[in-house]
């Protein structure tokens, strides 16, 4: 089965924190691919990133960065130095077996305040 | 360029009534996708046409949802006899071509059915 968990529903921090979104996926698949969106509260789906399977280098944009670990399933998402623009709901993602289907976690609230 | 359109934003219907709602894809898009969130979810996967063709309706929850994309671009989810289970926010995205693109979504129409 294709699974992916995000455990925190809300994280709560005051501006210029760090803080560290978890996501753990589940798939039988060798080929697959890792997706994060962030959802402001206008509704919008926005594209961050997206990671394949056989690339588990680290990434970084800007104040965002992503942590992909195959030996733990997870791929985690940074922000560091948090404002409070980034409040929104973040959702990871995963797509895989060339079904062209994403799966969405339940995503993490995430509030910054000033 | 445009983004994904969809409208309405906004859909209040009543139960049993027939509704429509359309996508209009990033210009040269040949993917589209139509997912549904609701509160407090990760979107779920509708259908996805790769041109005119529905590729994948397994998402379908029931034979009231049908979908058209009948000249490869503007897609229209129908939904007959609607139930209050109805409710949610319907997302479509659109992607270069499948093949794990990355999808791009809209703004979303808001169904309430009362």
């Known amino acids: 089965a294709q699974k992916v968990t995000q455990a925190q529903t809300e994280i709560s921090v005051v501006e210029k924190e760090d803080v560290t979104l978890d996501c753990v996926y589940e798939t039988r698949d060798t080929t697959y691919y890792l997706f994060w969106y962030k959802q402001p509260p206008s509704g919008e789906l926005v594209f961050l990133i997206r990671r394949n399977s056989f690339d588990e280098q680290n990434e970084i944009s800007g104040r965002y960065s992503w942590n992909f670990q195959k030996s733990t399933s997870s791929f985690n998402f940074t922000i560091t130095a948090s404002q409070v623009v980034d409040s929104a709901v973040y959702f990871c993602a995963l797509e895989s077996g060339a079904t062209n289907k994403l799966i969405f976690g339940t995503g993490t609230l995430l509030a910054v305040q000033p | 360029g445009a983004g994904v359109s969809q409208t309405p934003s906004n859909k209040v219907t009543e139960k049993g009534k027939y509704v429509e709602l359309r996508c209009d894809p990033i210009?040269?898009?040949?993917?589209l996708y139509w997912y549904r969130q609701s509160l407090g979810q990760g979107p779920e996967f509708l259908i996805y046409?790769?041109?005119?063709?529905?590729?994948?309706d397994s998402g379908l929850p029931n034979d009231r949802f049908f979908a058209v994309r009948p000249e490869g671009s503007v897609s229209t989810l129908k939904i007959q006899r609607t139930e209050r289970g109805d409710s949610a926010v319907y997302l479509c995205?659109?992607?270069?071509?499948?093949?794990?693109?990355?999808?791009?979504f809209g703004p979303g129409t808001r169904l309430t059915v009362l």
């Open positions: 995205a659109s992607s270069l071509s499948t093949g794990t693109d990355t999808q791009y």
């Open positions: 210009s040269g898009h040949t993917a």
């Open positions: 046409f790769q041109g005119t063709g529905a590729a994948d």
